[in-house]
Structure formats: structure tokens, C-alpha cells
């Protein structure tokens, strides 16, 4: 039996609320993503799209069954589409495809209606829940069924719960390959630094370790870290509706006064990159050069009616004093707000640093930070395998993670011309068009691409050359993980 160190906590089991360690494990999507970061067919048997990209027919992957024996169906899929398409789920689903005209199942086929070409609709497929159609209904399904039902048609399904903890067994009848592990132990450590010193005990075979614990594991016998590339960055989101940073020109100043190269050393130990662009670096999406200035960062702040006084600066007759939250459990998070707290004090703007835990972060997550106490926050976003997509989630006005109000028509054109564009060639231009308006508005503002470290005992390998979308994606490729051949070389090896 494999044991897993889960980071975040293992009562969210609803696919459709939430991607997370344990639905991705028990779950599966219409297409999914392999370890080499690879849109593939999932639970779609065949999908064929007419000339003019508006119809999309698609078929249930023969052989595939849900948890419970049942097997996976039409019906399923075009209930799941349904669900990720209706409007009325915006901002709370993590797979959301826009722009469908209809759903219809006609016998064992699913016909996907668009308004208007998608040449990316894998990419969205691969964040949508696929459900089973025979246990719940539409209705159940939004009233938030899943969360208790826990079968799905993933590798694993559920086999005991207790609080902090999931016991889970290989899906016999899983159409993918056949897991390694036959039991995998599931448990919530949300510290950093607990996960380590688990890891180092004994009492977890796998878990994802930050720059901050490696030490810890050095020296230790039959534990390796494996170093794997992300598509995920990390963002300081500022809070629109506070008074301090409402004006762009203040966000501008703010975000120019940040250091990436510094973040790096500071925060990730250098196991990672700067990013400039809501792009990771290096991707095809991404502009070669960093955004270019927008004047200097002290003529923004004089422009908000900002003054510098004995080397501090003061608005409406008291000095500034900005307030950022920051997840208490996650210390690379922590260390860059720290480290930009530490700037920010260097170019005389005061700077509070206020804990907070798990719940009130998903609070945030879910409704927003409308009605939040604090200016900003240090986040982190999944890119996922489309660049257009998290756009969209993130800067378009109806953005599933917009939920400030922010809307800038321009940005918004631009990301529709690239959704109809018919090749990635041809979107580049306008991709770029959508970044700088971003940049501009300085909402978002992009810091550093993390590598991601997890360390294993007893020679639970990684498949050699993985990368990941996010930590809580890993789990998805759970059934590569096992005992490894003892003259296999592990990926991306670091033992610093």
C-alpha cells in the first residue's frame, strides 16, 4: 500500500466544485492530461468535428465503467457537458466550456453545438467532471450530490473515510492502464514542513516537499526529491475595492517595485523562474521579452495623489500601510509575501502581513474578495495546458476567476479574436494584445513558475520526464506510481 501526503484537506470531494488530490484520483474527465503534459482522449471514445468547427460528435470510450460496475454512457457525457456549459454556473465550476449553442444525446452519441468555431475545446474538456447519470440527476448534481456519492471512473475509487483520511482502492475495471499500487492511503498534512519531516519519518511514501524542507530530507536513506517542471505561477492579486490600490497607476507602482529575480533566491531557493507574463516562460503563448515599462513606478504614485515624507510615503494625510494575506500552512507563499513586504519597505510603503488559514482562503476563492479586509494576497494559478483558457478564466470580464468586476473591452476583444482563430499562429498576435492590457491593468500580477519537488520512499518513482499542471494534478497519474525498478534512474533527481 502506497501512503499519500494530500495538501489540501480531503473533505472537498466534489468534482465539480473542485479539483483537488482526491477527485483527480477518483475521477475522470472527457479528456484528460498525461504526465508529459498531453491533452489525450479520457472518457471520449470518438470525436469527430464537421468543416465548419460547430459540431462536435462524440462518443463514450467503449469499455470504461464507473466505480460501481455501470458502465460509462452517452447520457453521461452529455449530462457533464450540459452542467460545465450552462451560464448559470459561471464562477463556480472548475471545467467551464463557453460559447455552446446545445447539448443533445442522440442514442449513443453526444452532439456539441458551438456558437462559433473552437479550435481548444480539448483543453476545456480536460477540466471537466464527467458524472454518473445513472446515480444522480441534473438537479442533484447542482444541489451538490457528488460531494457524498464518491464514485466516479477514475484509477481509484473509495474504499473507507475518516476524518483527514481516504483509503482507496485500484478501479479494477479503470479503462487506462492497470495502477501499480493496488491500496493507496490517502491522508491530509497540510504543512509544509509536517509533509517533510513525514516523508523523513516513514509515515508517507509520496508527498509534495517545498525548497524550504529539502534540508530536512538531505542525507536520508531511500528518499530521493524529484525536481518536476510546473505550468503553474504564482500571482499577487490585489483587491480592487480597497481605497489604496482601486487606481491602476498605484498596481503599476506596486507590482514594478517587485524583484522577480529576488522572489527566485528568496522564496524558491532558485528551483524556478521569473514570470513576467500570465504565461509561464518558455511556452509558446509566452512574449519573448519582459513587459515593457510603463513609466516610473514614483510618478503612478504622485499621479494617485501619493506624497513622499522623510523617506515614506503618505496619502489623504496618513502614511500607507497596505495589508496582504497570506496562507499560513504554505511557506513558499509565505516567503514571497515576505519577501515583497520587504521591497515594498525598501521604497518607504508600510506593509502588514496577516495569516490566515484554509477556510477563509476558499472563502476568498469562491466568492471573491469583494468584501475582503486585505489588499492583496499572493495566489496560485494553474496555466493549464491552453494559455487562452486561463486567460479568459482570469482577465475576461465574465471570467470564471473575475470576481472583482474588473472588464476591460479591449482585453475582451482580443481574447474572442483569439478563440476564433484558427491555428496558434494566428491567436499569438492577439494573445499578446490581451497580456500587455493585463500588464496595464496590473490586477494580476504574475511573479515566479515554480518547479515542484516530491519526495518518495521505498522507490515510489515518478514516470520519468513528468510534469504537472498543479500538485493536486499529480494524483492523476497515480497509477504510474510504484515500486520502481532498482536500476531505473529517477526524473529530475535533486539531492541539494
Known amino acids: 500500500m502506497m501512503r499519500f501526503a494530500a495538501t489540501l484537506p480531503l473533505d472537498r470531494a466534489d468534482p465539480t466544485l473542485s479539483w483537488n488530490e482526491l477527485t483527480s484520483a477518483i475521477h475522470a474527465r472527457p479528456y484528460g492530461v ?67 449553442a446545445g447539448v443533445e444525446l442522440r442514442g449513443s452519441e453526444v452532439r456539441l453545438q458551438l456558437g462559433s468555431p473552437q479550435p481548444r475545446l480539448t483543453h476545456l474538456l480536460a477540466r471537466v467532471a464527467v458524472v454518473p447519470r445513472h446515480l444522480v440527476d441534473d438537479k ?52 509544509d514542513g509536517e509533509r517533510a519531516r513525514a516523508v523523513l519519518a516513514g509515515a508517507v511514501d509520496l508527498a509534495q516537499v517545498k525548497p524550504q524542507h529539502v534540508h530536512l530530507l538531505a542525507g536520508a536513506r531511500d528518499v530521493d526529491v524529484a525536481r518536476i517542471p510546473t505550468r503553474v505561477w504564482r500571482a499577487l492579486a490585489f483587491t480592487l475595492a480597497r481605497p489604496l490600490v482601486r487606481e491602476a497607476g498605484v498596481r503599476r507602482a506596486l507590482a514594478a517595485m ?19 507574463w500570465p504565461t509561464t516562460p518558455g511556452h509558446w503563448s509566452t512574449p519573448p521579452a519582459p513587459p515593457p515599462g510603463v513609466g516610473p513606478p514614483t510618478a503612478d504614485l504622485e499621479r494617485a495623489g501619493w506624497v513622499r515624507v522623510a523617506g515614506r510615503w503618505h496619502t489623504g494625510g496618513a502614511e500607507v500601510r497596505l495589508r496582504l494575506a497570506c496562507l499560513e500552512t504554505e511557506a513558499v507563499r509565505i516567503a514571497l509575501t ?29 466568492h471573491g474578495v469583494e468584501e475582503w479586509p486585505f489588499d492583496g494576497i499572493v495566489v496560485g494559478w494553474s496555466a493549464g495546458t491552453d494559455p487562452l483558457a486561463g486567460l479568459i478564466s482570469r482577465f475576461a470580464t465574465d471570467g470564471s476567476y473575475n470576481r472583482q468586476g474588473f472588464s476591460d ?6 481574447l474572442a479574436t483569439a478563440s476564433a ?22 490586477v494580476m500580477v504574475p511573479l515566479v513558475n515554480p518547479d515542484y519537488l516530491f519526495a518518495s520512499r521505498r522507490g515510489y518513482a515518478l514516470p520519468p ?11 492523476q497519474h497515480l497509477p504510474d506510481v510504484g515500486p520502481a525498478d532498482p536500476g531505473a534512474t529517477r526524473p529530475g533527481r535533486d539531492t541539494t
Open 34 to 100: 498525461d504526465h508529459r503534459g498531453r491533452v489525450q482522449p479520457d472518457l471520449v471514445g470518438t470525436h469527430h468535428v464537421s468543416p465548419d468547427g460547430l459540431t462536435h460528435t462524440m462518443t463514450a470510450r467503449p469499455g470504461a465503467t464507473w466505480h460501481d460496475g455501470a458502465p460509462v454512457v452517452a447520457a453521461d457525457l452529455a449530462a457533464s457537458l450540459t452542467l460545465a456549459a450552462e451560464p448559470s454556473t459561471r464562477g463556480t465550476l472548475p471545467g467551464r466550456v463557453d460559447g455552446v
Open 140 to 191: 442533484e448534481v447542482r444541489d451538490g450530490a457528488m460531494q457524498d456519492l464518491l464514485v466516479g471512473a477514475g484509477p481509484y475509487r473509495v474504499e473507507e473515510s475518516s476524518q483527514g483520511r481516504r483509503l482507496l482502492r485500484r478501479h479494477e475495471g479503470h479503462h487506462g492502464p492497470r495502477a501499480r499500487c493496488t491500496r493507496v492511503e490517502m491522508v491530509h498534512v497540510a504543512d
Open 258 to 276: 517587485i524583484d522577480r529575480d529576488t522572489l527566485v533566491a528568496e522564496a524558491l531557493h532558485g528551483i524556478g523562474r521569473p514570470q513576467p
Open 338 to 366: 515576505e519577501s515583497i513586504r520587504r521591497q515594498w519597505e525598501r521604497h518607504g510603503i508600510g506593509v502588514d502581513v496577516v495569516a490566515i488559514g484554509w477556510q477563509e482562503y476558499h472563502r476568498m476563492d469562491r
Open 409 to 414: 473591452p479591449e482585453l475582451d476583444a482580443a
Open 421 to 442: 482563430a484558427e491555428d496558434d499562429a494566428a491567436a499569438l498576435p492577439h494573445l499578446h494584445l490581451a497580456m500587455q492590457r493585463a500588464h496595464e491593468a496590473a
Open 465 to 475: 520526464g513528468t510534469e504537472v499542471d498543479s500538485f493536486y494534478e499529480l494524483t
